[in-house]
């Protein structure tokens, strides 16, 4: 299968990337994404987890977070295969990898000896704590981190234990500030010839997003709850139910509100003490949906999106799948692409993000098959090894 011509603003970078599961590969796809020649090394047999990962009987997953990458395998377990591994690093300029702190170091591979034979290497690291401090050492994955570093006490109904948000929320923010890591130093590499180690933690990366919850409680003592579907005195704004089904309504600002009045067709709840101001509306915001629940299930979907939307009101659908296929707005924008992938033929999935106005990356590479597909090519290609050498590492359990 071919590839696209590669116009991302990334292109001629080599990453390699060790690990598996959500945060490295994800990192991986970014930057993939963005035009980086994403090098893969998995274990030789079955490889990274991912191939099996995702919900239906098709498991599709893969098919998203290793697209853009050349699979390689290499047995890391054993000295030979970690010295492959080094040359791979050697002619690189990304490593990104998400074992436990300590494995690379063990291998012989930790930063300060892949520095010595490759200064300008950029090194993500992604781990659930950290690569310091007393909990290091810890397994780590996903929902740990979300529960530690905030997300999962205040995700949920206050009546039910805390929630999951449905995706691995974690391992992807820890990618994605891995990401923004390694684009900070490759700027500053460029300037002075240094590598660098990007250190991402799964809890930290969390704690990022959490916006005001440490301060208010340092300042207030106020810790946040459990809140369910609302944002706490912040009304109107919910999903509410219509005769078919839910709508997303945002009219908490006081001039919206005072149109949204007007749409229900009660302009004098914009004038009522109790509704007229923001901080009012936060007081009674339970009624105040209960009131608006009433209202929008008289109405279908359609017929509350147009009212929004000739009212000007931030509202809109909740989306499935099956909704975003069908949406004009994703298809004008190719939010969502087709693409001929090589292990499930022709597959809907999301664009590379974010937008270009120059070097717009995307899906040049299908997600490799089978661990090692691409072996002979990358040792080839990178090392300059010859097809005998290359036979006989794969024959020796190496690859």
């Known amino acids: 299968m071919g590839e ?3 116009t991302g603003a990334l292109k001629g970078l080599r990453v390699v990337e060790m690990g598996q599961l959500l945060a490295g590969p994800f990192c991986g796809q970014l930057l993939g994404d963005m035009g980086a020649d994403i090098i893969k090394i998995e274990a030789p047999g079955k490889g990274d987890p991912m191939r099996v990962w995702g919900q239906g009987e098709e498991k599709v997953q893969w098919e998203v977070i290793a697209r853009n990458k050349r699979s390689v395998t290499c047995n890391l377990r054993v000295p030979e295969g970690q010295d492959i591994a080094r040359q791979l690093i050697a002619k690189a300029d990304i490593l990104i990898e998400n074992f436990k702190p300590g494995t690379l170091e063990k291998w012989g591979l930790g930063p300060d000896d892949l520095h010595a034979i490759n200064p300008g290497l950029i090194i993500a690291r992604m781990s659930g704590y950290g690569q310091t401090g007393p909990y290091s050492t810890r397994a780590g994955f996903g929902g740990i981190g979300e529960a530690m570093g905030g997300w999962r006490y205040i995700v949920g109904d206050p009546d039910r234990p805390p929630a999951r948000m449905g995706i691995s929320i974690g391992d992807t923010l820890c990618a994605t500030y891995g990401t923004m890591g390694v684009l ?5 590499r460029e300037k002075t ?3 660098q180690v990007i250190d991402t933690a799964l809890y930290e990366a969390v704690l990022q997003v959490m916006e005001g919850l440490v301060p208010e409680y340092d300042q207030n003592a106020f810790i946040r709850e459990r809140s369910g579907s609302i944002l706490p005195g912040i009304a109107p704004s919910n999903v509410y139910t219509c005769s ?14 005072a149109r949204f009045a007007k749409a229900m067709g009660c302009p004098e709840l914009a004038e009522d ?5 923001h901080l009012a509306r936060g007081v009674h915001q339970t009624e105040l949906d209960i009131l608006i629940n009433e209202w929008t299930a008289t109405l279908t979907i359609d017929e509350l999106d147009a009212l929004m939307i000739e009212y000007s009101i931030p509202a809109g659908r909740v989306y499935t799948a099956k909704d975003m296929l069908t949406d004009p707005h994703f298809q004008e924008r190719e939010a969502i692409i087709e693409v001929e992938t090589e292990g499930h033929g022709k597959l809907k999935m999301q664009n590379a993000f974010p937008r270009f106005s120059k070097t717009q990356g995307g899906f040049r590479r299908s997600a490799p098959v089978t661990p090692g597909q691409h072996n002979a090519e990358v040792m080839s290609e990178v090392l300059g090894w010859d097809a005998a050498e290359i ?3 794969t024959k020796s359990g190496l690859m």
Do not use: C, S
């Open 273 to 277: 003490e109790r509704y007229a101001t």
């Open 244 to 257: 078919d089904g839910p709508f997303m309504i945002g009219a908490n600002n006081d001039a919206i509100f």
């Open 391 to 393: 036979e006989e590492k």
């Open 193 to 195: 010839g240094e590598g």
């Open 4 to 6: 696209v011509a590669n």
């Open 184 to 188: 900070a130093a490759l700027h500053h």
